[in-house]
């Protein structure tokens, strides 16, 4: 069965530090994976995708087809990126999520 | 563009009552979805439309839970009876069926049945 692990429900971490938001997925196919990102009072919203390997906000993410992962990375933390991440995993037209990780930015 | 409208933003019953949930989705978008999202959890599809016809209610549960889309725009999800575990976000997004960028998610209702 499809599945979206993220195994840390809160990472804290401090301004300026590095931060990976692990995430391992299970899925027999060629996987479409998600970053969404949930700011405080604000509506879930797409962070980057897999396919584009693009790098927004500063935040990266690698597809490891071999340990079936997908984790954020940024080198440098800032105050502005708590907020709860989702992992999701997309298969035909179904959004899969992760349970979620709270990311939070000590100053 | 205007985004995925929900009302209401918030809503408290008490159980056995009944409730209804509306949705907007974002005009010209053909696939609409329903999530809910318990509190410490990831959202969980519930049912999924492709214009005004049901792609997907695998995990809906049918003896509570309903949901139409009339007209293939606005979307209903009622429950009748409410349950104490009933009690979550329920988000609804829309997509326009082109890609992944066509996931727009509304704000959601928070739901406490008490």
């Known amino acids: 069965a499809q599945r979206v692990t993220q195994p840390e429900k809160l990472l804290s971490v401090f301004k300026g530090a590095p931060v990976e938001l692990k995430c391992n997925y299970s899925?027999?196919?060629?996987?479409?994976l998600f970053w969404y990102v949930q700011y405080s009072r604000q509506r879930l919203q797409l962070l980057l995708r897999h396919i584009s390997r693009e790098s927004i906000k500063g935040f990266t993410a690698d597809l490891n087809k071999g340990e079936t992962s997908f984790h954020l990375k940024k080198p440098f933390a800032q105050e502005e990126d708590s907020a709860m991440y989702y992992c999701?995993?997309?298969?035909?037209?179904?959004?899969?999520f992760g349970a979620g990780t709270i990311l939070r930015v000590k100053s | 563009e205007a985004g995925v409208a929900q009302s209401p933003r918030y809503k408290i019953i008490e159980k056995r009552q009944s409730v209804a949930f509306w949705c907007n989705p974002i005009?010209?978008?053909?696939?609409l979805y329903w999530y809910q999202q318990i509190l410490g959890q990831g959202p969980k599809l519930l049912i999924q439309?492709?214009?005004?016809?049901?792609?997907?209610d695998s995990q809906l549960p049918k003896d509570r839970f309903s949901a139409e889309r009339l007209k293939g725009v606005d979307s209903t999800l009622k429950i009748q009876p409410a349950k104490l575990e009933d009690s979550a976000v329920y988000l609804c997004?829309?997509?326009?069926?082109?890609?992944?960028?066509?996931?727009?998610f509304g704000s959601g209702t928070r739901l406490t049945v008490v």
């Open positions: 005009s010209g978008h053909a696939t």
């Open positions: 997004a829309s997509r326009s069926g082109i890609g992944h960028y066509g996931y727009t």
């Open positions: 439309f492709q214009n005004n016809g049901v792609v997907d």
């Open positions: 899925y027999s196919g060629s996987p479409e």
């Open positions: 999701a995993l997309q298969y035909g037209n179904k959004l899969v």
